[in-house]
């Protein structure tokens, strides 16, 4: 059964990353069942190397620096106000070409199910109870 949803305000100022690399990092604002909103930057002069998300789509909303993505087939210009949709298991990649760090919104929505937030929990987060997140366990 689903928990009926809640309000809840974060500051991503204040959160630490969840994932964190050598070229990029992300803070997760909400993650709950459909739904995971994430806040991601790409360092300086860096580049996230070319991956795909087979159980999700993904949506960017660019709020700050400049850069360059490759999605799927096309090449685009990253910045203030620029929004992609990127297909389940669509080849993407970012590069910062800017002076500031490459700030974007991301929204993560399942394919399938539940399961599939809670699997991407799992693999991208570890250690993070998924029920912390609204996420059912089962």
């Known amino acids: 059964m689903q928990k009926p949803l809640t309000i809840a305000v974060r500051d991503a100022n ?3 990353s969840v994932e964190a690399y050598d070229e990029s990092d992300s803070r997760y604002l909400f993650v709950q069942p459909g739904l995971g909103v994430f806040v ?9 190397e070319t991956h795909r998300h087979p159980h999700y789509h993904q949506f960017i909303y660019v709020l700050e ?3 360059e993505g490759a999605i799927g087939e096309q090449t ?14 669509t080849p993407h990649a970012w590069s910062n070409t800017g002076d ?5 919104l991301e ?3 399942p394919t399938h199910s ?3 937030m809670r699997r991407h929990v ?3 987060m570890p250690g993070v109870d998924p029920q912390l997140l609204g996420i059912d366990p089962t």
């Open 14 to 16: 204040r959160l630490a």
């Open 40 to 48: 991601n930057r790409v360092f300086v002069g860096r580049t996230m």
């Open 65 to 67: 620096g400049r850069g």
């Open 76 to 89: 685009v210009e990253l910045r203030p106000g620029v929004a992609a949709r990127i297909p389940a298991d």
């Open 100 to 104: 500031a760090p490459l700030t974007y």
């Open 107 to 109: 929204l993560k929505l």
């Open 114 to 116: 539940e399961h599939d």
């Open 122 to 124: 799992e693999l991208c």
